[in-house]
C-alpha cells in the first residue's frame, strides 16, 4: 500500500459536560519539529486551561505516535484521543484537547467520554482524504540524453520539482512509490545516467 488517509484541514471540535468544557483541535502535521511548535503554542494561548492533552501519529505506515494525559488520570485522555486517530485510520495528524474545568469531577469513564468525544467531533468537522506516498530523486545526465529522460518522467507520471539545462543536467523530481521501481529500473538503463534517492530526515 501507498497510500493514507489525513484531513484535509484544521478543525475543531466540542464537549461539555458538568460545567467542564473540552475543546479539540484536529491538526494536520509531518513531523515532530512541527508538533513540538504547535503544543507550545497551545500551552501559551490556552495558559489558564486545567490540561492540555493530545495524540498524534505520523508517517504513511502509522509507526510514530504518542499520547499524553497532561496530570489527567492515566489513560483518561490522552489513550480515547489517540483511539480516535486509529479507529478513523488517520496519520500525519494531531489532537489537542484542551480542558477548561468546571468545578465537578467526571471520573475515569467520564473522562474517557469526554475526550473522546471532543476528538470525535474535531474529526467530524474536518474532511478525510487520501494521499499518496511519493518519493523524491535527483537525475544526473548529459544534455543529449534529454529525451530519453524526459519520456521516462512523462511516462510514470513523475513531477518536475527544478531543473538545471546545461551541458550536465539535473531534475528533482517526485514520484508514487508503486511506480518507483519500475522507474529506477528504466533510468538504468539509460547510459551514464546517475539517479539519486532523496532520503527525507
Do not use: W
Request: net charge neutral.
Amino acid at each position: 500500500m501507498d497510500t493514507y488517509l489525513t484531513i484535509k484541514q484544521d478543525s475543531e471540535g466540542l464537549y461539555k459536560e458538568k460545567g467542564s468544557r473540552f475543546i479539540a483541535f484536529a491538526l494536520s502535521v509531518e513531523s515532530a519539529e512541527e508538533i513540538k511548535v504547535k503544543l507550545q503554542f497551545f500551552h501559551k494561548e490556552y495558559h489558564d486551561a486545567r490540561h492540555i492533552c493530545y495524540a498524534y501519529v505520523l508517517g504513511a505506515d502509522a509507526a510514530e505516535f504518542r499520547a499524553n494525559d497532561d496530570g489527567e488520570p492515566s489513560g483518561t485522555a490522552g489513550k480515547p484521543i489517540y483511539g480516535v486517530l486509529l479507529s478513523n485510520k488517520l496519520t500525519n495528524v494531531l489532537i489537542v484537547v484542551v480542558r477548561y474545568f468546571g468545578g465537578v469531577k467526571l471520573g475515569t469513564s467520564g473522562l474517557i467520554t469526554a475526550y473522546r468525544e471532543a476528538a470525535m467531533d474535531a474529526i467530524n468537522n474536518v474532511q478525510i482524504i487520501e494521499k499518496t506516498v511519493e518519493l523524491s530523486y535527483i537525475v544526473s545526465f548529459e544534455y543529449t540524453l534529454m529525451n530519453d529522460i524526459m519520456r521516462v518522467l512523462k511516462e510514470k507520471g513523475c513531477e518536475i520539482i527544478k531543473q538545471t539545462f546545461d551541458n550536465d543536467c539535473v531534475i528533482q523530481f517526485k514520484i508514487r512509490k508503486l511506480n518507483a521501481k519500475d522507474m529506477e529500473n528504466r533510468m538504468m538503463k539509460i547510459d551514464k545516467v546517475k539517479l539519486t534517492l532523496i532520503v527525507e530526515k
